[in-house]
């Protein structure tokens, strides 16, 4: 008789293809069948997903665990522990820790972070600064250890990773298009943004929605112009990250259709709150891009439904509570970027699929098959395909709950969908075979995985079997 560790039965695979009933067979933390009649395989443990879907491990592209870190205000363990339980099984971590990622030490250094306390798989994005701070060398040494993507700022995101200028970002994607890597963006003008921050501060303006009036779509709308202009040129494939503005996803969807290799990325907040939260929450929904009007948002969810917008990720940041509330007062006091790495996947399915009608199979595309496609962890990740990792989110597509920052498992134990009643439920999560969340088990010891389970994923790691 065949030997299995896990064999999850009675649930429905949802694969980007379709849906079908099967028993998933796991065995060595892989695929090892899908079939009808499981009875000729011993296992290890069986488990009854009667009523349940079975998903492709989440995979967030876009997060801020923040190690190393002196602050450590999360790291990648209590991150983790978030994302697993949010249905997660791989993250692909930004470049933005103390030190940041931009040399191959660094990089190297990040590596040995994942290996000692990651709990989700982890890829690693590699920081793009430019000469005279960084060389060639630099970001080829960061392409052999293993980057999945580059990363830049067209506006300033902190004293350690200012904005790119044009010459700059010109090299960059040059580098990026003879390395065979994606290149991601966060787009955002910084001189329209440093104009519009100018204008509010000239009024006196600090109250919540001068966040969103400092920095209006077309600050997106013309960086992402600029990206797509240099990016044509040079050959490279541009990622653009957290686009919240529909002028700039018509242009990206106009690249699409001349050819141009482009992806594009949006997160929950930007699909799921408006300016009227941005008031009601003030430094607790103060993100860059920031938060939009219903308008804009009900224009983004057309380039969602429409395919120009590939992956949905979190853009999940760990602040405290103390340094969001500083934003009552003004709302320029509060850092940018929301707590979501939890949320992300229930979410998205709650939102896109139950209230609008997504096919569950395009939610898995965005949610596992593109991002794991995009940052190079084909076919070992983001598929149920037999061989590939043992990579399953067990969700109750039923099941409705109440989000709460008492359920949180991530550091900063704050979320912008407090009180938001959602339908779909993660039950459990499983990474290559092993069960690192467990949602019958209560509070913390719901992760069941240890510091150091997760493994890093050095991109092509799909290509390796
Ligand atoms: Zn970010």
């Not at 498992?409 to 779909?424: F, R």
Request: aromatic letters at 6%.
């Amino acid at each position: 008789m065949a030997r299995a560790d896990v064999i999850i039965e009675n649930g429905t695979i949802v694969t980007e293809g379709g849906r079908f009933t099967a028993d998933l067979v796991i065995a060595d933390q892989q695929i090892a069948a899908l079939t009808n009649n499981a009875s000729g395989w011993e296992a290890g443990e069986r488990i009854d997903a009667t009523g349940l879907w079975l998903l492709p491990g989440g995979i967030d592209v876009h997060t801020h665990l923040r190690e190393p870190d002196p602050e450590l205000l999360e790291g990648f363990a209590r991150g983790g522990a978030g994302a697993a339980a949010g249905g997660l099984t791989t993250v692909v971590e930004m470049p933005q820790a103390h030190p940041t990622t931009v040399t191959p030490e660094q990089f190297r250094e990040k590596q040995r972070l994942v290996a000692e306390h990651a709990i989700v798989d982890m890829a690693l994005w590699a920081g793009a600064i430019g000469p005279p701070k960084q060389t060639a060398d630099d970001l080829a040494g960061m392409a052999e250890a293993g980057a999945a993507a580059f990363k830049s700022f067209m506006a300033t995101s902190s004293p350690l990773f200012p904005a790119i200028d044009y010459g700059q970002l010109h090299w960059a994607m040059r580098e990026a298009a003879r390395l065979g890597l994606p290149y991601g963006l966060h787009a955002e003008d910084q001189a329209l943004l440093a104009d519009g921050l100018q204008r509010m501060r000239a009024v006196g303006r600090t109250d919540p929605l001068a966040h969103a009036e400092s920095r209006p779509p077309l600050v997106e709308t013309v960086a992402v112009n600029t990206a797509l202009l240099l990016a044509a040129e040079t050959g490279c494939h541009v990622h653009i990250c957290h686009v919240a503005s529909a002028g700039a996803l018509a242009l990206i969807h106009e690249a699409k259709a001349r050819g141009q290799r482009v992806t594009a990325e949006t997160c929950p907040q930007y699909l799921m709150l408006n300016t009227d939260d941005l008031e009601r929450l003030a430094g607790f929904a103060r993100c860059a891009p920031a938060i939009r009007d219903q308008a804009e948002v009900d224009a983004i969810w057309e380039f969602v439904h429409d395919g120009t917008i590939d992956i949905i990720c979190s853009d999940h940041c760990p602040f405290t509570i103390e340094s969001k509330e500083a934003g009552r007062n003004d709302i320029f006091a509060a850092p940018l970027g929301l707590s979501g790495v939890q949320t992300l996947l229930p979410a998205f399915f709650s939102e896109a699929v139950v209230r609008r009608g997504m096919a569950p199979e395009r939610f898995v595309a965005m949610m596992a098959g593109n991002p794991a496609r995009v940052f190079g962890l084909t076919p070992r990740k983001g598929t149920l395909a037999v061989g590939a990792d043992a990579d399953v989110t067990l969700l109750d597509p039923e099941a409705t709950w109440t989000v709460s920052a008492g359920e949180a498992l991530h550091g900063q134990k704050w979320t912008p969908y407090e009180g938001m009643t959602l339908t779909g439920r993660v039950r459990r999560t499983i990474r290559r075979g092993e069960t690192i969340y467990d949602d019958t088990r209560e509070g913390e010891e719901r992760v069941t995985a240890r510091p150091g389970s997760g493994t890093f994923l050095p991109r092509g790691y799909g290509e390796l079997a």
